[in-house]
């Protein structure tokens, strides 16, 4: 039947239009790794070819490494992401399962609170955060970079819907059992609820990682420097136009996240696209 | 009797007459529940309620940064924005950006989707390649793009030269650099689109492209009317929303390639909400722009909302 | 001349093969509905005729054409979906055009509002709008042509996917298990109006289902699949009386079809582990064979020693009005011996009684150790087919 509707031809077509939209997306990826390979006399020659005539990636990455702290960048990705992470879920999914399986008076009230919040974009917040952050004097460090997203709305209302689809009863027999409330959460509730925390932890290490607007606000030590800011602290100061080193730190910056998401596509694209409701 | 038991029993109980101690079971649960949602009700006050609050007075307020004594102006600091052809620039470029990004993202988006779909093979292989953008750091594949559009040794050039067609300053010329954003944004946001619409595309029911060939729907065309586009009507109006919010929140592309230059050429309003607040320190000019940001995005979130309502009518 | 002919269709899934060269002829008017539990390829074969799916081998005809290389829309059916499979964002009326817009439209009229200025798309709309006004006044949905299906109730979508099908009055209407998302009331009725559609359209009909009952009361002739083999294709009548094969004879009928395995033990007699039953003398002693006794052929009887007759420990009886059903333990059978009694008859029959019933020789099938029916024994009182060689 397929191939009725798209005899070979349309398959062909089908190929060629869909491998030139993705030369198209593919380019500044291939650009940047062609030019991280290159000398700089071959980067500034006015002819282009992907591969180097003069292999010249050991020196751009080893440069790359040495000149900017970009171990330390990727390490406080690391620091800050998994900080973030691990404080949201212990601060949103307690949350979430009061407002999914208990009653109580305030309930609905909170309900709309995290709604509310969900509306918000955090850029806004921003300036009231960072007086806060100078007030207490915190600016600067790594929990500049953390306090502003310890609760996550968004992360409550997924754990709260994906918590109501869980049947009532698992929670009265792990009573019976012997559970207490916040045993259930933790033993019960986000066992059950996996696919749900994958979700969200991919599209909260995601957009953490990759976040710009906060880190350049609150930390200007390099020392503390998540990649994203690392990297634009890097070409605004050290190279320059020595483009071989710079592109080589990008492909650095990029390669991690680009990697995992190659091995696990179905869950990131199932979690990114589940943080699309935020 | 462990406290979730009387719990559970006291609710059992329904409205029956009120026991003894129902008075205090009630309270015991109202206990558990808030000490497991009290921190997150704390934070949700500290770290979004309070400083939204703090935002509307800041900008109602002459304070700055620093200064130990504030008093209210009114709407002296709205006034001010909406004065300064800065802010008017900003404002005009976003809504400009926004309406160049969003029917191309959509557009791209809903043609590569249905590209992948009417075939089988290489499927995951496409729709991996036309995420990538998404989630990779915005802030390294904008220094990749600087790279790809630099006026000499940039891939876009050496190739219009090499077809021998002209070529421009993409970044530092007025009449470019908004466009060259938009197409970085839609290069970003194209592979989430289609995501949404592969879903949306999978959801529907084989029986109706069955039904619409037995009515005489033979060509693909007539498919494409009859079936995918009614039926991807609601997926069409999310992506809509959630593209135009995104392409709202526009920052690290003007940051890293133009700071908003040159000239006013690419300034937008994120842009303009960090620059006036944390380089400037015009505190109240900062807050009042971050009111405007904030009225525009949540209209627009509202309207999602609603929007999402209209799934119900196909039901 | 028959309308359609299905002539050794081959089709498989991958590994998986669901139709196991079929042939079938079906004659034009005729009521014929393929019949068969739930991944028989019943369905599969109803999309084959329609188009919708390619046969790896073999051909259909519709009419003298030969129409496997031939798209739906130049085969002149129609079809009702089991979903309804109704365009939801679409009215009524918007729907039941559909097919013919699609026929009467070139593919330049159907644009959206260039269509309309270009000349002919007028006349030929105007056509349609009181094609449809007829056919929906003829099923009773008139009033809801301005509706889209999400505010109809299931049988009022029914009744528009019939519409849908009906307006461009096809040569074939073929209907894949069209009233399995109805309750039960409605089916009855929605069964009532599809047979008398048929009657008043005179067109042939190709009807899918698993349910015996719809099977029996509308159709004129069955067509029994399993597995992706066609069993046996006959009247409904002789489909439940003469069954040709042991799979049809245990697939029909309700309560099912008794079964007793055994062998034949001198000539004229076989023994199965609960009963002593006569076979025709020319079953050779040491055949192996089946019995299969519909429940309401049997009848109680006072003397046990009689041949054909079985004894057992009634286990359960369900009341059924005017019927019994009786389980009767025989010993040595590993399933309860079910019974069919009048009420009247067996008032006294209680839980825990021994009970003895017979059976007339002449209502025994004999099937042989691969399913067959043994032809020589006498079947039904009314008429005997020849068996055809099916499949």
Known sequence: MMTRIFPAPAAILRHAALLVTAALILAPFVWMVSLSIKPPGEIFRASFSFWPEQFYGIENYTKAITQAPLPRYMLNGVIVCASILALQIAVCAPAAYALAKLEFA???????????????????LALPLFIFGAKIGILNTYAALIFPYVVSPFGIFLFRQFFKTIPDDVVHAARLDGYSEIGIVWKIMIPMALPAAIAFGIFSVVSHWNSLFWPLIAVSDANLMPPPLGILT????????????????????????????LTAQRWFIGGLTTGAIK | MSLPDRKHEARQRGASPASANSRSTKLADMLAAWTLAGPALALLIVLFFLPVLAVFVIALTDWQFGASTLSFVGLENFEEVFADPGFRASLFNTVAYVAIVVPGTIILGLAVALLIESGKSFRAFYRAIHFLPYMATLTAMAIAWEALLHPTIGLVNQTLTGLGLPTANWLRDESTVLPVLAAI??????????????????????????????????????????????????????????????????????????????????????????????????????????????????ALTLIQARVMDRRVHYQ | MSAITFDHIRKSYGATQVLRDVSLSIESGEFLTLLGPSGCGKSTLLRILAGLERQDGGSVR?????????????????????????????????????????????????????????????????????????????????HLLARK???????????????????????????????????????????????????RLGVTFIYVTHDQAEAMTLSDRVAVMLDGELLQVAPPRDIYADPHDRRVAE?????????????????????????????????????????????????????????????????????????????????????????????????????????????????????????????????????????????
Not at chain 1, 106 to 124: K, S, T, W
Not at chain 3, 75 to 80: K, N, P, S
Not at chain 3, 105 to 111: A, D, F, I, K, V
Not at chain 3, 125 to 133: G, K, N, P, R
């Open chain 3, 149 to 199: 299906p999400g505010q109809l109730s299931g049988g009022q979508r029914q009744r528009v996917a019939v519409g849908r099908a009906m307006v461009r009055e096809p040569a074939v209407f073929l209907m894949d298990e069209p009233l399995s998302n109805l309750d039960a009331k409605l089916r009855v009725q929605m069964r009532a109006e599809i047979k008398e559609l048929h009657k």
């Open chain 3, 62 to 142: 519709i009419g003298d054409r030969q129409v496997d290389d031939l798209r739906p829309k130049r085969r002149d059916v129609a079809m009702v979906f089991q979903s309804y499979a109704l365009y939801p964002h679409m009215t009524v009326a918007g729907n039941m055009a559909v097919p013919l817009r699609m026929r009467r439209l070139n593919s330049w009229q159907r644009l959206p509002l260039i269509g309309k200025l270009l000349p002919g798309t007028r006349p030929t709309l105007a056509e349609i709008d009181s094609e449809v006004s007829r056919t929906a006044a003829a099923l009773g949905i008139d």
């Open chain 3, 251 to 391: 697939f029909i009928g309700s309560p099912k079809i008794n079964t007793l395995d055994g062998a034949v033990i001198e000539r004229g007699l076989m023994a199965t582990s609960g009963a002593k039953l006569s076979v025709p003398e020319s079953i050779a002693p040491g055949t192996k064979l089946t019995v299969g006794i519909r429940p309401e052929a049997f009848s109680l009887i006072t003397q046990p020693d009689a041949p054909n007759v079985i004894e057992g420990l009634v286990h359960l009886i369900e009341h059924m009005g005017s019927d019994l059903f009786v389980h009767l333990l025989v010993e040595g059978m590993n399933e309860p011996l079910i019974v069919r009694l009048h009420a009247e008859r067996a008032p006294h029959i209680g839980s825990g009684h021994r009970l003895v019933v017979g059976v007339k020789p002449t209502q025994m099938m004999l099937f042989d150790e691969a399913g067959h029916r043994l032809q020589k024994t006498a079947i039904s009182e009314s008429r005997v087919t020849p068996i055809r060689e099916t499949a």
């Open chain 1, 234 to 261: 890097f070409r605004n100061e050290e190279v320059g136009i020595d483009f071989g080193p710079l592109m080589a730190a990008t492909v650095i910056v990029i390669f991690p996240l680009t990697l995992v998401f």
């Open chain 1, 106 to 124: 305030g309930r609905d009230l909170l309900f709309a609170l995290v709604l509310i919040a969900l509306l918000l974009p955090h850029e806004v």
């Open chain 2, 185 to 298: 944004g839609i290069w970003q946001n194209l592979g989430f689109a289609m995501v949404l619409f592969l879903a949306g595309l999978k959801s529907i029911p084989q029986d109706l492209y069955h039904a619409a060939e037995v009515d005489g729907a033979d060509l693909w065309l007539d498919r494409l009317r009859t079936v995918t586009l009614p039926m991807l009507g609601p997926v069409f109006m999310f992506v809509f929303i959630v593209v135009a919010l995104k392409a709202f929140e526009t920052f690290d592309t003007v940051q890293v390639l133009t700071q908003g230059g040159p000239g006013h050429a690419s300034e937008m309003l994120l842009f303009t909400l960090y620059r006036e607040s944390f380089q400037y320190l015009r505190t109240g000019y900062g807050a009042s722009v971050a009111v405007v940001f904030l009225i525009i995005v949540v």
